[in-house]
């Protein structure tokens, strides 16, 4: 069983304040790592898709890392919006189905104007 | 179409009642996906379909019942549910069925389900 931890649980910020969060993930067998937002009443969407050690991917303010060695990945926002606010996901597939994906129990983001 | 629909928006249903789930998307994907998420925990995984056969069926129990009529439409039967049952129920879908890592899944907003 894939033991995939958040940090930290919750998040309250400011509007125009900068916030990173946490996905911790077994490194060995390491496959794919996926993020996703959800934010209330809405679909979860998928932000990124990450395979790569060293890997950074960016869409708008919001950007993330990867540490496959250690087991790692940080979303980063930059200048938080209230529109931001929504759930952080991340979630890494099982190596025996790729398409099996194990979610972390999230980062719930409020970001105050 | 990059849309993953879901309904009923919301269900509620007895514990003798037989009900039925409905998902659909447009976009030609070949997996699809049921998930279950009880509030304040994250989305579970329940069954997935490849090619609309059943590839993982993650020891559901016999009441939940899934069904892929064609590549487009996945159906979650229910009957006999129990109260401990209510929960969000999501569809997802994604393109390739399970051998890429990088096999983004594009969900519904879900079902709200409770049972009395």
Not at chain 1, 1 to 17: F, R
Not at chain 1, 25 to 31: D, I, Q, R
Not at chain 2, 19 to 29: A, D, I, N, T
Request: proline residues 7%; hydrophobic residues 30%.
């Amino acid at each position: 069983i894939l033991n995939v931890e958040q940090s930290p649980q919750s998040l309250h910020v400011q509007e125009g304040d900068s916030t990173n969060f946490t996905c911790s993930f077994p490194s060995s067998n390491f496959y794919a790592l996926h993020w996703y937002r959800w934010e209330t009443a809405k679909s979860p969407e998928a932000l990124f898709v990450m395979t790569l050690n060293g890997d950074e991917k960016k869409k708008g303010r919001i950007s993330a890392t990867l540490n496959t060695k250690e087991g790692y990945s940080y979303l980063y926002i930059k200048g938080s919006q209230p529109e931001d606010s929504a759930t952080y996901l991340c979630a890494p597939p099982t190596m025996e189905y790729g398409n099996k994906l194990v979610f972390g129990a999230g980062t719930i983001l409020r970001v105050k104007s | 179409d990059t849309e993953v629909t879901q309904t009923p928006k919301h269900l509620v249903m007895g514990m003798t009642n037989k009900k039925s789930l409905k998902c659909e998307q447009h976009m030609g994907h070949r997996a699809m996906y049921w998930y279950k998420q009880k509030a304040k925990k994250p989305p579970e995984l329940m069954f997935v379909y490849s090619y609309e056969k059943l590839s993982i069926n993650e020891s559901v129990p016999s009441r939940f019942s899934p069904e892929c009529p064609n590549s487009s439409l996945l159906n979650l039967h229910l009957h006999a549910l129990q109260p401990e049952d209510s929960a969000l129920y999501l569809c997802a879908s994604s393109q390739d069925p399970g051998l890429a890592p990088n096999n983004e899944q594009f969900f519904g907003p879900g079902t709200r389900l409770t049972v009395l």
